[in-house]
C-alpha cells in the first residue's frame, strides 16, 4: 500500500512524514503544490540523528508521483488541502495540519518530528490496518504483524515458501500464505538459491 504525503514546499513536514513513514514499513512518498526545491536543513538534520534519512528524499512536484498508484493522500497543511489535485482514481484523502518549522529554531524541527510520529503515523496505520486484504485474517492469526514486517524489510518467495529479509533472519511463510501474498502484491515471487537459505536462520511464523 502506498501513501502520498503533500504541502506546499515538500521541504519540511512531508519529508520528516515521508521518512517517518518509510521507517515503520509504510511505502510513501512526498510533492508540494508549489515545491521549493529543496529539503530543508533542519528537516535534514532532525532525520538524521534519528537514523531515517535517506538521500532519495528530495522536494518535486506533483507530475512527478502522479502515476503512482496511491491508496492514501494526507495532506499536512491548510493549502495542500485546499488545492489538493484530482487523482486518476478515488484515493481516500486525509488531512492532519502541523505548523510550519521552516525558519524557527531546529527545536521547532524536533517538535514537528515528534507530533508527525505521534499523531500522523499512528493514523495512517490505523487506516491501512483496515484496508489490509481480508484474506489474510483466514489465513494469519496476527495478521496484521506480519504485513508490517513484510513491508519493514524485503520479501519473496520461491513458490513454497515466502521468505523476509531480516538483518540475517530469513521468516519463512507456508505456501498458502504466500500466494495470497502474491495475490495482493505484497510480495514478489523470485528464486532463492539453497547457499542463500544456508547464510541465514529460518525462523517460521506460524
Known amino acids: 500500500m502506498k501513501v502520498l504525503v503533500l504541502c506546499t ?5 512531508s519529508i520528516i ?6 521507517a515503520n514499513g509504510i511505502e510513501a512518498y512526498s510533492s508540494g503544490v508549489n515545491p521549493s526545491g529543496k529539503v530543508n536543513p533542519n528537516a ?10 535517506n538521500d532519495k528524499y528530495y522536494s518535486k512536484n506533483l507530475d512527478e508521483v502522479m502515476d503512482i498508484d496511491f491508496d492514501l493522500v494526507v495532506t499536512v497543511c491548510d493549502n495542500a488541502k485546499e488545492t489538493c489535485p484530482i487523482f486518476p482514481k478515488n484515493i481516500k484523502t486525509i488531512h492532519i495540519p502541523f505548523s510550519d518549522p521552516d525558519g524557527k529554531d531546529y527545536d521547532e524541527f524536533v517538535k514537528t518530528y515528534n507530533e508527525i510520529k505521534d499523531k500522523l503515523l499512528v493514523v495512517v496505520s490505523k487506516i491501512l490496518k483496515k484496508s489490509i486484504p481480508c484474506g489474510l485474517s483466514r489465513h494469519i492469526k496476527k495478521d496484521i504483524d506480519v504485513v ?5 524489510f524485503p520479501a519473496f518467495t520461491d513458490g513454497n515458501y515466502c521468505y523476509i ?3 540475517n533472519d530469513v521468516i519463512a511463510l ?3 500464505i504466500a ?9 514478489k515471487k523470485v528464486n532463492i538459491h539453497e547457499n542463500e537459505k544456508e547464510d ?7
Open 148 to 152: 508490517r514486517v513484510i513491508h519493514n
Open 17 to 22: 512524514a515521508e521518512a517517518l513513514l518509510n
Open 44 to 53: 535534514k538534520r532532525v532525520l538524521e540523528e534519528n537514523g531515517i534519512w
Open 200 to 206: 541465514k536462520k529460518v525462523l517460521p511464523i506460524l
Open 179 to 187: 500466494t495470497i501474498l502474491e495475490k495482493h502484491n505484497i510480495v
Open 174 to 176: 507456508n505456501k498458502e
Open 165 to 167: 529479509l531480516k538483518k
Open 9 to 13: 514546499g515538500n521541504s519540511c513536514r
